[in-house]
């Protein structure tokens, strides 16, 4: 749910604006305010996500009130006055509603503004780390991320197949997998992990990395076609 306060020194205006936010079901009103001295005052009292922001107000205009502000919510500017467009999209406003404001070009802001919320509201990729030590009998060998090709679970341990060689160590496949980016490895079979990026070619069920050829599963074919090919095949 999206918090948001309508500033504007027009009752009607108001009102109106109001009676859209009702309309939409992912915003609450979460309070009117007549100029931004008031809103000043509401800001400290509680969250807001969102303002529909009148340009020209008595004591202080919309454009001041963003220009004294550090951090503001997300901000849709309101006005009858396009020539203030330019301005407020250098103040990285969301949007600019030119008055009168139908419902339409209305829900159009509402949905950006809902965009954007659930862009901040979304974790963070994981990022794998730019290398790893792993024990290698009684010896600690350090293998950076970009070097690795591919590596193969057996039961109770691994052999990470890199650029360098090839290390065995007493870990989980599925472990491994937890902790490298998804976005750059790809569970191609339920013993084998690929680096996209390494993949020479995919013919029927094997992926070709250099000389070695690495099964695909039949339940998995789909996905791995479309995780490693991506965009980036040239089509006929």
């Not at 108001?14 to 009702?22: A, I, K, P």
Request: charged share 25%; with cysteine; net charge neutral.
């Amino acid at each position: 749910m999206i918090n948001c306060v309508i500033i504007d020194d027009e009752p009607l205006a108001r009102e109106g604006l109001s009676s859209y936010v009702r309309e939409v079901d992912f915003l609450r009103l979460s309070g009117t305010c007549s100029n931004p001295v008031e809103l000043l005052t509401l800001l400290e009292q509680q969250s807001v996500d969102l303002l529909f922001l009148d340009i020209q107000m008595p004591k202080m205009s919309g454009i001041d009130f963003l220009k004294i502000t550090q951090n503001p919510p997300l901000v849709v500017m309101t006005t009858a006055y396009p020539s203030f467009a330019l301005e407020g999209f250098q103040l990285n406003v969301l949007d600019y509603l030119l008055k009168p404001i139908t419902f339409d070009r209305f829900v159009r802001a509402a949905w950006k503004a809902k965009e954007q919320c659930d862009l901040r509201l979304r974790p963070a990729a994981p990022v794998a780390p730019a290398y790893v030590f792993i024990k290698c009998g009684s010896k600690y060998e350090k293998i950076y991320v970009d070097d690795i090709l591919f590596i193969e679970g057996l039961q109770n341990y691994v052999t990470i197949f890199t650029t360098r060689g090839k290390y065995v160590t007493l870990l989980n496949l599925r472990d491994i997998e937890t902790e490298l980016a998804a976005s750059s490895f790809v569970r191609v079979h339920k013993s084998f992990l690929v680096a996209r990026s390494k993949v020479d070619a995919i013919e029927g069920n094997e992926i070709f990395i250099g000389s070695h050829r690495i099964p695909i599963s039949r339940q998995q074919r789909e996905e791995v076609l479309s995780r490693v090919l991506a965009d980036n095949v040239w089509k006929k």
